[in-house]
């Protein structure tokens, strides 16, 4: 288990290396989720809609398409000179080798919802801060286990002709449970209302990240193995 | 030290190895010459189990851990310094930190790159590349080395070094595999000599003294003949 968690780490801190050095998927996940936040913002009507209602909708759905900006690069980083047989080469366990970008990927994903909560609370006037601690700790619980599925097809779609497409196709069906799940939970904490009235979306975001972290890393040797 | 028994692989209808039988010990270098599309990456590929054959099995004493690989495709991350692709790599491989230091040294200095060190992959020339590469393929100290067209994109005195560097290794006891579809590039590394034409070897002797004329006669007439 340690030997799996270092070389877990080591993938990690390679791959927050490169994106921070390259700025590729960061940088378009982050203007992607500025521009959508600024034309939601310009383009509702607060008088027809109340923006307490609208915003968890738009939050996610942000969440959620930003996020795929970035798991697409999960893999396109090991497509350069063939890095990925280097990877497959070496004496690690596949699992490492998934935990490792899932590691990084969940820091790339956490990277833009930090951000582009900070730009929410400056656009729609929602009061974040009251919530901030359940409101990450629900995000947290909604992102796990769609970046571990997103990261094993990213894995699979890699090397197809179209991955960029392929990616989203694939992924939004398994979007949808934590996507509802999430909404859900953020549009009664919004209200103000207590953690005990959602408890059953929650245990469903559990259930959801325990099921797929788990069905994610059992597959991906399958995933790289011609 | 490196065996294959009457390995046997397809890509769909499409034959890529049949019935490849052959066993190498220390010091031994096996060049395997044959045309584009022969079978040759695919051989090499099954040897370090990056591809499950369909039939028979290969494999190295050490497993991957005793493999070191040096392709046309680098395995190197283009945004990452020199040094820090060997580092990388060499975590993977669980070298000691101090042994890292002095065979990053030892292999830079010998390989010409000890000004080039801290400079991103993506800046250095093709040459300063592949030698970038062949120090990655050897910092984990391996005890076999795949070579798939390692000469590809080299200058006449790149090459040459790339070959004073391979006689090097064979001579430390390292048994080596060469694929190369030029006969002039790999015959004087080689202690034994294959050639191959779809998927099978057509002929497989030890050189025997026997120089790059010769053997570029022999070659066509196996690999057009057979």
């Given at each position: 288990m340690r030997d799996l968690l270092r070389h877990a780490w080591r993938v990690t801190r390679k791959d927050l290396r490169l994106e921070f050095r390259s700025r590729t998927a960061l940088t378009s996940a982050l203007v992607f989720t500025a521009l959508v936040l600024v034309v939601f913002e310009h383009g509702r009507d607060p008088t027809a809609v109340p923006t307490l209602n609208l915003a968890p909708s738009i939050l996610w759905v942000t969440f959620s398409f930003a996020s795929m900006l970035a798991l697409n690069r999960a893999f396109q980083a090991e497509l350069e000179n063939h890095a990925l047989d280097g990877l497959l080469l070496a004496p690690i366990s596949r699992t490492s080798l998934f935990w490792g970008k899932l590691g990084a990927n969940l820091v790339f994903v956490a990277l833009v919802q930090v951000t582009g909560m900070l730009l929410f609370m400056l656009f729609f006037n929602v009061p974040v801060w009251r919530v901030w601690a359940p409101l990450a700790a629900v995000t947290a619980l909604a992102t796990v286990g769609f970046i571990a599925v997103g990261t094993l097809f990213s894995a699979m779609v890699?090397?197809?002709?179209?991955a960029e497409l392929m990616l989203p196709v694939l992924l939004l069906p398994f979007l949808l449970p934590p996507l509802i799940a999430a909404v859900q939970v953020t549009v009664q904490l919004f209200a103000g209302r207590p953690l005990s009235e959602v408890a059953g979306w929650l245990r469903l975001l559990a259930a959801y990240d325990i099921c797929f972290v788990t069905l994610a890393t059992l597959l991906f040797p399958f995933t790289v193995t011609e | 030290m490196l065996w294959a028994r009457d390995l046997g692989h397809a890509f769909g209808a499409i034959p890529a190895l049949d019935g490849i039988t052959f066993s190498l010990e220390r010091g031994q270098t096996l060049a395997i010459f044959g045309p584009n599309g022969a079978g040759k990456t695919t051989l090499l590929r099954v040897i370090a189990g990056l591809i499950r054959p369909l039939r028979g099995a290969a494999g190295v004493?050490?497993?991957?851990?005793a493999i070191g690989w040096i392709g046309h495709q680098t395995q190197l991350y283009n945004h990452l310094s020199v040094r820090e692709n060997l580092r990388f790599w060499a975590s993977l491989y669980d070298v000691p930190d101090r042994d890292v230091a002095l065979r990053e040294v030892d292999l830079l200095r010998r390989l010409g790159l000890a000004r080039q060190a801290?400079?991103?992959?993506?800046?250095?020339s093709r040459g300063q590349t592949q030698r970038a590469a062949i120090a990655r393929a050897l910092m984990h100290d391996p005890d076999v080395l795949l070579l798939d067209e390692p000469f590809t994109g080299l200058d006449r005195l790149a090459a040459e070094e790339l070959r004073g560097l391979l006689g090097e290794q064979a001579a430390a006891g390292r048994a080596t595999v060469i694929v190369t579809h030029?006969?002039?590039?790999g015959t004087e590394l080689a202690t034994d000599i294959a050639f191959m034409r779809d998927g099978r070897f057509v002929a497989y002797a030890?050189?025997?003294?026997?120089?790059a004329v010769e053997l570029t006669a022999a070659y066509r007439t196996a690999v057009a003949g057979a």
């Open positions: 890699v090397r197809t002709r179209f | 004493d050490g497993g991957r851990r801290d400079r991103q992959v993506r800046t250095l030029n006969v002039e590039e030890p050189r025997a003294g026997r120089d």
